[in-house]
């Protein structure tokens, strides 16, 4: 299989190869999935990926498996418990974000019909203008964030080498 070049040399089963075949760059349907994959993009910021990728099954768990609904419900116990919580990143102001977006997310629902609707109304745009939207619009969400975030899910191109064959399968499902 032909990947990208910082792929070439991970091994079988490593979790950055495994993101790379089956979720970065890919569409996402679901608005919980596309929170989720928010939440993971504005943990990332100052960390490695790869604290993320290993603790992204403990942020799925805290954050009740993304349902936007019950994260924008989230009390300041729960905020307190999330604080002590090792199986995701304890910082206060993206957690507080989280919480924050998801009550965002729900408006726009309501708005839009769906947070994916929303993102499909102002596609395409520069990353310039989606930075500028998503700062209008949520809380912790910079530059490096909100490009990552829509590259990952296939908003934004530059998520694959153009001879990585992931990116082929992406092409496949109608998406970059």
């Known amino acids: 299989m032909s990947y990208c070049t910082y792929c070439k040399t991970l091994p079988e089963g490593n979790h950055h190869k495994i ?3 089956t979720q970065y760059g ?7 999935e596309l929170f989720g994959r928010l939440i993971l ?17 403990g942020f799925r768990k805290a954050y009740g498996n993304f349902e936007i609904k019950e994260v924008a419900a989230f009390d ?10 090792p199986e995701i990143i304890r910082n206060r102001l993206k ?26 109304y102002n596609h395409p745009k520069t990353k310039e203008e989606w930075v500028k939207i998503f700062k209008k619009t949520f809380k912790f969400t910079g530059g490096e ?3 990552e975030f829509l ?6 191109p530059g998520a694959h080498d153009p001879d990585c064959e992931t990116l082929e ?3 496949n499902h109608g998406k970059i």
């Open 76 to 85: 300041e116990k729960y905020v307190a418990d999330l604080l002590q919580n």
């Open 169 to 171: 399968k992406i092409k």
């Open 151 to 156: 590259m990952s899910t296939g908003y934004l």
């Open 145 to 147: 964030i909100v490009n």
């Open 26 to 32: 890919f569409p996402i349907d679901d608005d919980n």
């Open 19 to 21: 993101y790379h075949d």
């Open 95 to 120: 957690v507080n974000a989280a919480i924050h977006n998801a009550g965002v997310i729900l408006k726009l629902q309501s708005e839009h019909g769906s947070f994916k609707n929303w993102i499909e």
């Open 41 to 57: 993009e504005i943990n990332q910021a100052g960390l490695s990926w790869d604290i993320i990728l290993k603790k992204q099954e």
